[in-house]
């Protein structure tokens, strides 16, 4: 009886836009044949040993993201201790004909994809689940919880154990689950693929309220269908990454490139050739002085500068560099390092004078947006809406894309970073549930809009309309390209998103979350669909 009275006060409280209601208004609702009532009083038996949140703060928490676009608020947010909890969450909505449950990891969702609008979002940031850490050195793997953030991941390998998980995001502020429901990428993915190639097994609830262990030999195909599955078949509760020995530091480099031709021949070269960096990663930036996008972006420390005196005539709008990182040990004799530096850079064709290079600890490097953070924060537009887009993009169209794109319509930048690097499709396991563009290698392009303090509605819709106009123009020109992080309104484009893969991914929706209670969201599903 406590947590029906509990949820419809919640509801009442959505309803009526008000944190306070009388006790007149509580008793007088909960004895109304209203809709809410019929969908809480499924939950007067509800145990669990987590919390359950409906306060001012929760509610916000579960109706907003990082991209700060969408704003759908929850009935409730569910603290979970662990698994269990979160179990008992999705049997009870079972129960319910409209109720949905979706996972949050640390909100950095930019279209809405971690909501659900009345209904329960599970905060799994907080279950405290999260703080087994459990390294297997002999093994080579860690135990994780679904919700621990990878930046947590890497400090406690690291330090206490030498070791590091192979692939990375570029920021580790992100959870576990989170980013293996979407695929994890960095500058790595060439060579040990995506975070999902680099996990072996994992503990999920699915639609059904059940707690399975699955991996490659034991429950396969929900364990494929969960890596890159977008939250659709169930909820990561722990995850087994593998490890291997970390170096203490990186050699860091960036190389300028004014032809887009080079530098994808380049970048191209290095993820492919046998002997080459341990990171590999590209970005596009603006041929002018603007600090954010421009020139000031390129060097890695404050003794370094870019002279654009210096660059060829022919330079156009926009200009590229590789970022690369070799890993090298304290016990490593510089003038080898240097050597190997050198030769590995030998047979690039990057612009002469425009070569910058650092070293820093392995570990610093991999927070380095930590301070990107801690400046955004600082300057107020951390906290401001986001309109990110993230696509794959096959080599066959990466040229006429840079063209027609990066050179014409992102020719003044996107106030922020914008990235494209190539990727090898043969690293990632096509069991997943994730889906690429066709052919060995393909692109991955980001667009990291951030906007100003105190934005305008006009400028954040203007963001919005240039990243429609991106996608609309690949559409056009017959881009075989796939949304990455996508997000779409209708049941059509996300057929078209899959493509051939469409008819699995709602077999195994139909296996693993019959009545679509999870991750209402992403809007592929609606929760009386029926399956």
Not at 8 to 18: M, P, Q, R, Y
Not at 112 to 125: D, E, H, T
Not at 288 to 295: F, L, Q
Not at 349 to 371: A, C, G, I, P, W
């Amino acid at each position: 009886m406590v947590h029906e009275i509990f949820l419809l006060v919640c509801t009442i409280a959505l309803l009526a836009s008000s944190s306070l209601v009388s006790a007149e208004v509580l008793k007088h609702s909960f004895h109304s044949p209203n809709p809410a009532r019929k969908i809480l009083v499924h939950f007067k038996d509800l145990d669990i040993k987590g919390s359950i949140d409906y306060g001012v703060t929760a509610i916000s928490l579960g109706s907003t993201d990082f991209g700060g676009l969408y704003s759908e608020k929850p009935l409730a947010v569910i603290t979970p201790a662990g698994a269990d909890d979160i179990g008992q969450v999705i049997k009870h909505a079972l129960h319910s004909p409209t109720l949905t449950v979706a996972a949050r990891g640390n909100g950095h969702s930019v279209n809405g994809q971690a909501m659900a609008r009345l209904g329960l979002v599970i905060n799994m940031k907080s279950m405290a689940d999260n703080k087994k850490i459990d390294v297997n050195g002999n093994y080579m793997y860690v135990d994780v919880g679904g919700g621990a953030l990878w930046g947590d991941v890497l400090k406690h390998c690291v330090l206490n154990y030498g070791l590091a998980p192979k692939s990375w995001t570029d920021y580790l502020d992100l959870t576990v689950g989170g980013t293996l429901s979407n695929a994890g990428v960095s500058g790595q993915a060439f060579r040990f693929g995506p975070q999902t190639s680099s996990v072996t097994e994992l503990e999920v609830v699915t639609g059904n309220g059940e707690k399975m262990v699955c991996s490659n030999s034991q429950n396969s195909e929900l364990f494929f269908s969960v890596l890159g599955g977008l939250g659709q078949f169930g909820i990561i509760t722990r995850a087994r990454v593998l490890l291997q020995p970390a170096p203490d530091m990186v050699r860091w480099i960036r190389v300028v490139y004014s032809e887009f031709n080079d530098f994808t021949r380049d970048a191209e070269l290095l993820i492919t050739r046998e002997e080459t960096f341990n990171y590999v990663e590209g970005f596009v930036f603006v041929n002018s002085n603007d600090s954010v996008t421009g020139w000031p972006s390129v060097p890695l420390n404050s003794n370094q500068s870019f002279d654009p005196t210096l660059l060829p005539k022919t330079a156009g709008p926009v200009l590229y560099y590789l970022e690369l990182t070799l890993h090298y040990n304290n016990h490593d004799d510089p003038s080898t390092v240097n050597m190997m530096v050198e030769k590995l850079l030998g047979k690039l064709k990057y612009l002469e004078h425009f070569k910058f290079e650092t070293n820093s600890t392995y570990m610093d490097f991999l927070l380095r947006v930590d301070n990107v953070e801690e400046a955004a924060r600082g300057s107020g537009i951390w906290a401001t809406p986001h309109p990110w887009l993230n696509m794959f993009i096959s080599k066959k169209d990466i040229d006429a894309f840079n063209r027609i794109v990066l050179e014409n319509i992102l020719k003044n930048g996107v106030n922020g970073p914008i990235l494209t690097y190539p990727l090898l499709s043969s690293k990632w396991d096509n069991r997943s549930s994730v889906v690429l563009p066709q052919g060995e290698i393909f692109y991955l392009v980001a667009l990291l809009r951030f906007t100003h303090e105190n934005p305008k509605e006009s400028e954040i819709k203007q963001m919005v309309a240039q990243n429609q106009e991106v996608v609309q123009t690949c559409i056009k020109n017959g881009f075989d390209f796939k949304l990455y992080f996508p997000h779409y309104e209708s049941t059509v484009e996300w057929k078209s998103h899959f493509g051939d893969q469409w008819e699995r991914f709602v077999d195994r929706k139909r296996q693993f979350d019959p009545k679509a209670i999870l991750a209402p969201g992403q809007k592929i599903f609606t929760r009386n669909h029926i399956l």
